[in-house]
């Protein structure tokens, strides 16, 4: 199963993915935590990234397609894999599709968690991240038991540098502009379904479950 999964900063990708990934055992290729891996290693491509990621804009397709491909032709993902935060524009989309032409092998369907505009910003800025494993929370929607700590693995919690309303108001006009575009891309493909993002974690996990199993 070739899976994308789309939708504006704050909308639940991670979350969603990380379900999907126990449910039909897929890796999970998250563009967002490939590039925050290279800032905290330190490397020339995590250099020049977090300046732009800090503004709240998009890394060049140029970079992004490239780290894409490479992890595309990885052995693992032979048996399917969960895309999130790759494609946002219809450059990178383009791409995509010359890298699995390539691979002989097709997206099986594009689920876009769709959430207003008005929800992402408290979702963001309420966002909090396990140091050691990666779980996602929120401080409202999706609490931990204890303050600050991870439910799964004790580690503990912080918050991304660009999950503030300031950095998110760029993120979602980079969103309008170049991605948004891209839900018109895919309902041309004919692979396209929508789900309500609004609803709760568990919800919006049925929902998708049931579009895939169908
Ligand atoms: P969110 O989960 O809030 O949508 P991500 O973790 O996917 O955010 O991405 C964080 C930042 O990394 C983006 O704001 C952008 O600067 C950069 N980024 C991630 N994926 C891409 C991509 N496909 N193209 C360009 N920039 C990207
Ligand atoms: P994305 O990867 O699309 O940027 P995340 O999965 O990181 O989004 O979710 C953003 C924030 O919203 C997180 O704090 C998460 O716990 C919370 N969240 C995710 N899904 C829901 C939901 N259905 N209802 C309320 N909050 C949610
Ligand atoms: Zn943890």
Do not use: W
Not at 122 to 145: D, L, M, S, W
Request: hydrophobic share 35%; charged share 30%; with cysteine.
């Amino acid at each position: 199963m070739q899976l994308l999964l789309m939708g504006p900063p704050g909308a639940g990708k991670g979350t969603q993915a990380a379900e999907l990934v126990k449910k039909f055992d897929i890796p999970h290729i998250s563009t967002g935590d490939m590039l925050r891996a290279a800032v905290k290693e330190g490397t020339e491509l995590g250099k020049q990234a977090k300046v732009v990621m800090d503004a709240g804009g998009l890394v060049s397709d140029e970079i992004i397609i490239g780290i894409v491909k490479e992890r595309l032709t990885k052995d693992d993902c032979k048996k399917g894999f969960i895309l999130d935060g790759f494609p946002r524009t219809v450059e990178q989309a383009d791409a995509l599709s010359k890298i699995l032409e390539e691979l002989g092998i097709k997206l099986t369907r594009v689920l876009n968690i769709h959430v207003p505009a008005e929800d992402l910003i408290e979702r963001a800025v309420g966002r909090r991240i396990c140091k050691k494993c990666g779980a996602t929370y929120h401080v409202k929607f999706n609490p931990t038991q204890k303050d600050g700590i991870c439910d799964n693995c004790g580690g503990d919690l912080y918050q991304r540098g660009d999950d503030n309303a300031e950095t998110m108001g760029n993120r979602l006009a980079a969103y309008e502009k170049s991605t948004r575009p891209l839900i018109e891309y895919y309902q041309k493909v004919g692979i396209y379904t929508e789900i309500d993002g609004r609803k709760p974690i568990d919800k919006v996990t049925e929902e998708l479950i049931s579009v895939l199993v169908k």
